[in-house]
Each structure stands twice: as C-alpha cells, then as structure tokens.
T-cell receptor, first 111, second 112 residues
Framework: EAAVTQSPRNKVAVTGGKVTLSCNQT?????MYWYRQDTGHGLRLIHY???????EKGDIPDGYKASRPSQENFSLILELATPSQTSVYFC??????????FGSGTRLLVI | GDSVTQTEGQVALSEEDFLTIHCNYS??????LFWYVQYPGEGPQFLFR?????EKGSSRGFEATYNKEATSFHLQKASVQESDSAVYYC???????????FGDGTQLVVKP
C-alpha cells in the first residue's frame, strides 16, 4: 500500500542543536512537501520539491533547509533549532494537480 | 494570490445534527477544490474534490458543491456522529499548479 512515512514520530532537541526530520514515500509522486501545524495557524508550507535534487521555498522557509536526494526521500533540516520551532511537522506527497497523501507527523519539542 | 477562507474556527453539534462548514476561495479560473479531514494524532486525509462549476464531491456522507459564482465550496452532512469529530480543511489547487493552498481548518466537536 502506497504511503508516506515520517521519522522520528517524536523528537526532543536542545536549542542550538541540529535536527533532521525524514520522510519516505512509496507513492512514486514527483512532488513532496513539508508543513508545520500550530494551533491557530493551520498548515503552513515550509519547503517543497518537484523531484530528486530540487527544493523550493514555501511560505515560511526561514530557519529551515530541505534535501531531496531521491524520488522517495525528502528531509527537513533545522541547523540551529530554536524553541519557536516547537511544532508538529507533516510531510506529504502529491502528483501534479492531484490530492496529497500525508504522513502521520513528527512532534518536535525544542528546549 | 490564491487563498481559502474558512469562517468557523470551531463548530459544536450534537449527534444527528445537520452540519455546514463554510469555505470561500479566491483564485482565478477554475481551481480544483478539496476537503481534507484530520483526526487526532494523525495527518490530514483526503476526503473528496471537485474541479468544475456545479460539480458535487462526496465521501462518507459528506458533500460539497462547487459554486463558481459565490466562490464557495461549503461542506455539509445531514446527520453527524460523534466519530466525525475532527478538524476539517478546505483547500484549493490553482490550474497548472503543484501547490495546494489550505484554509485554517475548522474543529468539529460532536457530542453524544
């Protein structure tokens, strides 16, 4: 069954530390997305990718980097984590003009 | 730019009540319109979509009709159940665009 898998499911990080969130999809979708979800803000797009080797800035990219080494994998990198980046992060994959398949989310706490 | 507005931040109902969650959009042409549902502890799930004026999308008893004139895509269900309690997102994808724009979501709470 096609799916989007995120790891880790939960993460506690120290302020100033580096955090990498991973996402793997078996949908063979070209497009992948990283969102964060906070109360009162819904889903906000951080970075996205059209295929292996490409990354694009979304609406709130500051403080985040992304990496798409292959069709299946898309990572979100916080080089210097801050408490303001405490949130729930969702990865999604999708085809052109089609709906998205979301992962189950990563809950990140930066202390 | 393209955007989606959901009027209600939270809706509280009793079982068997009629549900309406309002969604209005701003985009040129005929964007694809979507509804997603998110249950606690899970990612959002695709519910259904519509791509043409007056087209009705539906799934699991929920439905919405694409209204180009009113730029709306309101979600309705005739009789809600406690298991419908979740966050509902309206979304759009503009023509020839790889992005889906989401509204802020509406929390539905259904009491037994």
């Amino acid at each position: 069954e096609a799916a989007v898998t995120q790891s880790p499911r939960n993460k506690v990080a120290v302020t100033g530390g580096k955090v990498t969130l991973s996402c793997n999809q078996t949908n063979n979708h070209n497009n992948m997305y990283w969102y964060r979800q906070d109360t009162g803000h819904g889903l906000r797009l951080i970075h996205y990718s059209y295929g292996a080797g490409s990354t694009e800035k979304g609406d709130i990219p500051d403080g985040y980097k992304a990496s798409r080494p292959s069709q299946e994998n898309f990572s979100l990198i916080l080089e210097l984590a801050t408490p303001s980046q405490t949130s729930v992060y969702f990865c999604a994959s999708g085809g052109r003009g089609s709906d998205y398949t979301f992962g189950s989310g990563t809950r990140l706490l930066v202390i | 730019g393209d955007s989606v507005t959901q009027t209600e931040g939270q809706v509280a109902l009793s079982e068997e009540d009629f549900l309406t969650i309002h969604c209005n959009y701003s985009a040129s042409g005929y964007p694809a319109l979507f509804w997603y549902v998110q249950y606690p502890g899970e990612g959002p799930q695709f519910l259904f979509r519509a791509s043409r004026d007056k087209e009705k999308g539906s799934s699991r008893g929920f439905e919405a009709t694409y209204n180009k004139e009113a730029t709306s895509f309101h979600l309705q269900k005739a009789s809600v159940q406690e298991s419908d309690s979740a966050v509902y997102y309206c979304a759009l994808s503009a023509n020839n665009n790889n992005r889906i724009f989401f509204g802020d979501g509406t929390q539905l709470v259904v009491k037994p």
